[in-house]
């Protein structure tokens, strides 16, 4: 590694450190599906996101749950201190496509037919609002 990329690489690792995230790959569903329930979670208070998420019907709710416990802990371990009520929220979630699995389905006269069993990948940030501490 050149020592200008070795530089830029240490960078990152140093900005990093300040960012709170827990990311999930390879599930086993297809991103439209997936942006459907990170849409509902987006911006929205953490406590409230996981209540949300407890109760909707999706199948990857249940995913994204568990993500967003995991990203909470991430937070927790970082700052050695529980996450109290409305200090976090929901930054930013991403989904982005992983491979498909491809797969033939028999077709009429002898034909196939392709079948794409999709997957994905789930970043999930969460972040601490800038409340002022007042000092006595």
Known sequence: ??????KSAEEMKEARKSLYYAKLRNIPTS???MRLV????RGMEVFRALGVLK???KEAAARVEKLLRSAISNWEQKN???AESGELYVSLVSVDNATSLKRMRPAPQGRGNRIRKRSNH???FVDSHNI????N
């Not at 590694?1 to 070795?6: D, L």
């Not at 002022?132 to 000092?135: D, K, Q, R, V």
């Open 1 to 6: 590694m050149g020592a200008r990329k070795r």
């Open 31 to 33: 991103p439209r599906k």
């Open 38 to 41: 990170a849409d509902m979670v």
């Open 55 to 57: 109760f909707s019907n």
């Open 80 to 82: 050695e201190r529980k």
């Open 122 to 124: 789930v970043t999930l």
């Open 132 to 135: 002022p501490e007042i000092e």
